[in-house]
């Protein structure tokens, strides 16, 4: 992501955030549980990699949406109506059972004067994608996160996913989805316009 990345721990973490190292036994505590040897060849370096694939999965923690977000352009020729980038692939975990989450959100507004770059909406899902989530709440964050820095007359998201504590757990229900939707100002406002972004993330 190109984005500002910011040292760990992240805001709302406290200054006693586990260290590296602390990590990496942490790691080692969970193998011995599992009932492997973390001294055996293959996993002597097991710990240090699932730190550092942490820290990139997780990267959401260090990365600020409005920063990214805080740049928008006004040059827009009186353009008004609704921006849509849709298909944009995401992965996140669940915070329930920390199992991966995949999928695709579908993103909209409709501009007041103001446009976003289109880069800009894809890594604001990946902000929020990369920490521990709920489709629920990945989905009203990303909305949040445009309605207040971009002050548009509305907001629509939809999120497509699969959850693999479905899949690979519990009920073990491979290739079942999960959709949810947010709509604000206008969209929540005007079925029509709902339907609109519904067809138009349809309509391929």
């Known amino acids: 992501m ?9 805001s ?20 011995r549980w599992v009932g492997e040897n973390p001294e055996r060849e293959g996993l002597l370096d097991t710990p240090k990699r699932v730190a550092a ?15 990214v977000l805080g740049r928008t352009f006004e040059e827009v020729s ?28 579908h993103v909209a507004y409709l501009p007041n004067g103001r446009v976003l770059g289109l880069s800009k909406i894809a890594r604001v899902v990946d902000i929020f994608g990369r920490r521990l989530q709920t489709q629920e709440n990945l989905t009203a964050q990303i909305a949040a996160a445009i309605e207040k ?7 629509a998201v939809m999120i497509e996913a ?13 290739g079942s989805t999960t959709l949810t939707t947010t709509f604000t100002g206008e969209y929540g406002d005007n079925a029509a316009e709902q339907a609109r972004f519904l067809t138009l993330v349809r309509n391929r």
């Open 53 to 67: 694939a942490y820290r990139e999965l997780f990267s959401g923690y260090s990365l600020s949406a409005e920063e």
């Open 2 to 10: 190109d984005a500002v990345v910011k040292n760990f721990p992240a």
């Open 78 to 105: 009186g353009y008004g109506d609704a921006v849509l980038v849709r298909d944009i692939p995401f992965f996140s975990h669940c915070e329930h059972h920390m199992l991966p989450i995949s999928g695709k959100a």
């Open 162 to 174: 699969e959850h693999m504590c479905m899949a690979m757990r519990g009920v073990q229900k491979q």
């Open 12 to 31: 709302g973490q406290t200054d006693s955030a586990p260290t590296q190292e602390q990590a990496e036994e942490a790691v080692r505590v969970l193998l």
């Open 149 to 155: 820095t971009l002050r548009p007359r509305g907001v």
